[in-house]
């Protein structure tokens, strides 16, 4: 059982908070977006230090010595709280709302005990006109030490063991046209088996770091046929998006059973073996 918390934290909450004792991590795809904008006292890091390839294969999580000396730079704690946000991106454009999901899961994977994430990120946050900054903050750095938690994720093999027992619901996060057809991967379609569910469908159209509300959001699910009776097993393409719907299943709506499978369908298609299923159909 993670002793980790993750917590959705609204615009007014951080507002009351700033002077808390925590790391606020600013994740904006850009870092002249952060140069640019950010909230006082954020400090800055990419979310891509997160992952480099392993024999190859791209989107796969860093050692635990390499996590420590990144996160101890930017005074991550173990049992300091972190909060996370990110944005459009006001310099760049280039932010898709994904990057505070990702940068969440990641602390909570490496042994972060509470973390907090922005609910509608720096975009809110700037709609209503709170603070913002162009200094940087002094931080030191600290003594983080990694404390993976490997009952939060599956791998290829496990993944494989489990994905179709009657127990287990499989979720595809990625948007329906690559569910469907043809994406960037070198084979078509979806995992057979995988429900197809956007994450993008359960966050607000104009700010894709905005949850909707709980009922809208229970409607959606429940339409889905997903029930708590089941194991969750969260993917997508690299693992990225999974991470939104991951965060979602096990700290926000309480599911009992969740795990995210970090290799995804870049794993998953890379194996001539496995096959894929194409159109609107989990099988």
């Known amino acids: 059982m993670t002793r980790t918390n993750v917590r959705w934290a609204d615009t007014t909450w951080l507002e009351e908070n700033l002077d808390r004792d925590m790391v606020i991590i600013d994740t904006q795809p850009n870092i002249h977006d952060y140069v640019q904008e950010h909230i006082p006292g954020a400090v800055y890091f990419n979310e891509g230090l997160m992952r480099v390839p392993l024999y190859g294969r791209p989107g796969v999580y860093v050692p635990d010595r390499s996590i420590e000396a990144v996160l101890s730079r930017i005074g991550v704690e173990n ?35 509470d973390v907090y994430i922005l609910n509608g990120g720096l975009d809110k946050w700037k709609c209503e006109d ?20 490997e009952e939060l994720f599956i791998d290829y093999e496990r993944f494989r063991e489990m994905k179709d027992d009657e127990e287990v619901a499989l979720l595809d996060a990625r948007p329906e046209k ?35 509300d709980d009922n809208t959001i229970n409607e959606i699910i429940g339409a889905k046929g997903i029930g708590r009776d089941k194991t969750i097993i969260c993917s997508c393409g690299t693992g990225r998006e999974a991470t939104n719907e991951f965060i979602l299943f096990k700290w926000y709506l309480k599911f009992p059973e969740v795990v995210i499978y970090e ?21």
Request: aromatic share 12%; charged share 15%; proline share 8%.
């Open 178 to 212: 690559f569910y469907t057809g043809q994406g960037p991967w070198i084979q078509p379609g979806h995992i057979p088996g995988a429900i197809n569910l956007p994450w993008k469908t359960l966050m607000e159209p104009d700010n894709a770091m905005l949850l909707k």
């Open 263 to 283: 290799g995804s369908f870049t794993e998953w298609s890379s194996y001539p073996k496995n096959s894929t299923v194409t159109g609107s159909e989990p099988w």
């Open 79 to 113: 049992d300091k709280t972190a909060l996370v946000y990110s944005s459009r991106g006001a310099f760049s454009g280039q932010g898709d709302g994904l990057a505070q999901t990702m940068m969440t899961y990641s602390l909570a994977r490496y042994g972060v005990k």
């Open 130 to 149: 709170k603070a913002l900054t162009r200094e940087f903050p002094t931080i030191e750095p600290s003594n983080f030490i990694a404390n993976v938690h």
